[in-house]
């Protein structure tokens, strides 16, 4: 199982990225991705969850700002991000759960700062 996750870096407050984690080594179609971010000296944080069927879901902290989605024929999972705050500046990572085993893939940096 491997998971990269792309597309970090500076932006200023109110703009937008786009972040990409492509999947491989399982059935990425029928598996609920999820996104997580992590600033530094604070808790991992769930920041999004997409199931195979494309329902979505967030926490009230980017409800309305952030928006995942997937691409089943590319594997890959993207969190489009917008109004970014500074509080968004954190390390993003995406997250398969397969039999009760947590994957993880190396993150993105990504810093709001005007």
């Known amino acids: 199982v491997q998971l990269q996750a792309s597309g970090g870096g500076l932006v200023q407050p109110g703009g937008s990225l786009r972040l990409s984690c492509a999947a491989s080594?399982?059935?990425?179609?029928?598996?609920?991705m999820n996104w997580y971010r992590q600033a530094p000296g604070k808790q991992r944080e769930l920041v999004g969850t997409?199931?195979?069927?494309?329902?979505?879901n967030y926490p009230e902290s980017v409800k309305g700002r952030f928006a995942i989605s997937r691409d089943n024929v590319k594997n890959t999972a993207y969190l489009h991000m917008n109004s970014l705050k500074l509080e968004d500046t954190a390390v993003y990572s995406c997250?398969?759960?397969?039999?009760?085993?947590?994957?993880w893939g190396k993150g993105t940096l990504v810093t709001v700062s005007s």
């Open positions: 997409i199931t195979s069927s494309g329902s979505t």
């Open positions: 997250n398969v759960r397969l039999w009760g085993r947590d994957y």
């Open positions: 080594g399982f059935r990425f179609s029928v598996n609920t």
